[in-house]
C-alpha cells in the first residue's frame, strides 16, 4: 500500500496555525482512494474529542454532507482521530483558513458557512428539549474555557501596551470583566446551545459550496451564539493579514467601526482612509455576514427575535451578551501562552475596544 500525506491545518505563508503546535492536521490517502483527514495530538484529547462526538455528533449532524470520525486511537502521549467529510467530491476540501487568504469574494467564503449553520448544525440551535440557561461568567469565566485563568498570564505590559493608546477609545478589559466593571450584566442569564466550541478557520473545511468541521474536543454545552463570536474573532485577530501593511491603528480603526455597526444593527461603513484597504474590506465584509448568520439563528430560536424590523446585525436584546461574549474569547485567545504576540495584541485592542463600548451602553441604559 502507498499512504500519500500532507499538511491540511492552515494556510502557506505567515498565518500562523489557531492549533499552536497542540496539534496536527493531514490530509490521508491510501493507494489513492479518498483522502481523510488525520488529526493527531495527546492522548487525552483523543479521548475528550471520541467522547464529544459519540454524545453531541454522531448522527445529529443535518444534510447529507458532514464529518464522521472513523476512527480514533492512543498510543502513549499521542493520539489520532481519523475523519472522512461525507460527501465531499473529487476537488478536496480545504481548511477556511486557506481559502480565506485565497480569495477577496465576499460571497465564495460565507456561501459554505451558510450551509453550516443553516443546515449542518440547525438541529443545535433548534433542540427539542431546550438547555437551561446560564450566565456568562458560569459559561466562560468558570466553566468551559476558564477564561478567568487564562486572563491571569496577561501581563501588566500586555495591557500597557495596548491602553496607552488612548486614541482607540479602550478600558481595561480584564478589569472590566472581572473586577466590577461589566456589573449585572455577566451574570444575566443567556440561552445554552451545543456549539462545536472551537470554531476557527482551520477546524473548518470548504468546497465552495459545503462545510465540514473537525475538532470536537470542546463541543457541548455553551453560550448558544458562541461558534459565530469564534468565527469573527478569529478573522480579525488571524485571518486578516498579520504582517504589514495592517498595522495595528489601521486593525483599531476597523474594529472601531465593526463595532459601531454591532451596536447599531447595520453593515460596517469603514472610514474613508481605510476603504481602498482590500484586506480590510474583506475582513469587515466577511464578518457582517457571519453576525447576519448569526441573526438567522437568534430568530429562529427565540420567538422575541421575529419582533427586530433590523434587516441586519443582531437582535437588540442579543448585542449586549454578543459584545461580552467577544471579550471573553479575546482574553482566552490573549492569554495563551503559544500565541503569536501580534494576534494577542489584537486581541487585547478589540476587547478593550468592546468594553468601552458596553460600558457605554451600560450606562446609557
Not at 466593571?181 to 459550496?209: C, E, M, S, W, Y
Not at 486578516?240 to 476597523?254: D, G, K, L, Y
Request: with cysteine; aromatic share 8%.
Amino acid at each position: 500500500q502507498s499512504v500519500a500525506i500532507s499538511r491540511l491545518d492552515h494556510a502557506e505563508g505567515p498565518l500562523s496555525p489557531a492549533s499552536r503546535g497542540e496539534s496536527v492536521v493531514l490530509r490521508a490517502a491510501v493507494d489513492g482512494a479518498d483522502p481523510r483527514v488525520l488529526k493527531l495530538t495527546s492522548s487525552a484529547a483523543t479521548q475528550r474529542e471520541a467522547r464529544h462526538f459519540k454524545r453531541h455528533i454522531e448522527n445529529r449532524l443535518g444534510g447529507d454532507y458532514h464529518t464522521r470520525l472513523i476512527s480514533s486511537t492512543v498510543f502513549w502521549d499521542v493520539g489520532g482521530s481519523l475523519y472522512s467529510l461525507v460527501g465531499a467530491g473529487i476537488t478536496p476540501p480545504v481548511s477556511f483558513s486557506a481559502a480565506y487568504s485565497q480569495t477577496d469574494d465576499v460571497e465564495a467564503l460565507v456561501k459554505p458557512l451558510e450551509h453550516f449553520f443553516d443546515i449542518v448544525w440547525r438541529h443545535h440551535y433548534r433542540p427539542s428539549k431546550p438547555l437551561p440557561s446560564a450566565s456568562l461568567e458560569t459559561l466562560y469565566g468558570q466553566r468551559t474555557l476558564k477564561v478567568k485563568k487564562k486572563a491571569e498570564q496577561i501581563s501588566p505590559k500586555m495591557l500597557a501596551d495596548v491602553l496607552d493608546h488612548v486614541d482607540w477609545e479602550l478600558i481595561d478589559p480584564v478589569d472590566y470583566l472581572f473586577n466590577g466593571g461589566a456589573g449585572a450584566a455577566i451574570l444575566q442569564p443567556v440561552k445554552q446551545r451545543i456549539t462545536h466550541g472551537d470554531l476557527h478557520g482551520d477546524n473548518i473545511f470548504v468546497d465552495g459550496d459545503h462545510t465540514w468541521v473537525i475538532d470536537f474536543g470542546r463541543t457541548g454545552p455553551g453560550y448558544w451564539l458562541r461558534d459565530f463570536v469564534e468565527l469573527e474573532m478569529d478573522i480579525f485577530t488571524r485571518l486578516c493579514p498579520i504582517e504589514q501593511p495592517v498595522n495595528q491603528s489601521r486593525f483599531a480603526a476597523m474594529t472601531s467601526a465593526s463595532i459601531t455597526a454591532l451596536v447599531s444593527g447595520t453593515h460596517t461603513q469603514l472610514p474613508p482612509n481605510l476603504q481602498d484597504d482590500p484586506d480590510l474590506v474583506k475582513a469587515v465584509a466577511v464578518v457582517d455576514q457571519v453576525r447576519d448568520l448569526a441573526r438567522s439563528c437568534a430568530v429562529c430560536a427565540s420567538a422575541e427575535s421575529t419582533q427586530s424590523e433590523d434587516p441586519y446585525g443582531l437582535p437588540d436584546h442579543v448585542q449586549g451578551e454578543y459584545m461580552l461574549a467577544l471579550i471573553y474569547n479575546c482574553l482566552f485567545v490573549a492569554g495563551m501562552s503559544r500565541v503569536e504576540p501580534s494576534q494577542r495584541q489584537r486581541a487585547l485592542i478589540y476587547a478593550g475596544q468592546l468594553a468601552a463600548r458596553h460600558q457605554t451602553m451600560q450606562d446609557s441604559s
